[in-house]
């Protein structure tokens, strides 16, 4: 039986940077949300007694990967589940109440 060797016509290394991007614009999956505040705390877990990560600036968009039930900020008690970096890794958590969608945040729980 003769073995058939496939080759990709994608530079090398390019395939896993093209996966990742489909993931991360698959709609199911991922949302890309702004940030409407003036800075943004990413904690690691849904309230604000929870260890800070790091601070999001104004206007910058994150991606949300789910949604939880948290601490209630101004009458808001969802909070997302979000990516900050070049490479889209997720961090932690922010109140939802300081992102905007535009109705579009996915409606899979954490």
């Not at 016509?9 to 505040?37: D, K, N, R, W």
């Not at 990560?53 to 968009?61: F, N």
């Amino acid at each position: 039986m003769a073995t058939t060797t496939v080759k990709s016509s994608l530079p090398a290394g390019l395939l896993p940077v093209v996966i990742a991007f489909l993931l991360m614009t698959t709609p199911a999956l991922y949302v890309t949300c702004y940030i409407v505040t003036a800075d943004l705390n990413v904690r690691t877990c849904a309230s604000t007694s929870c260890t800070l990560i790091t601070t999001i600036p104004s206007g910058t968009d994150v991606f949300i990967s789910c949604i939880t039930d948290g601490e209630d900020i101004s009458g808001d008690s969802q909070w997302d589940y979000v990516g900050y970096s070049s490479d889209g890794t997720f961090l932690g958590y922010v109140s939802d109440y300081y992102v905007d969608c535009g109705g579009l945040c996915p409606g899979q729980s954490c």
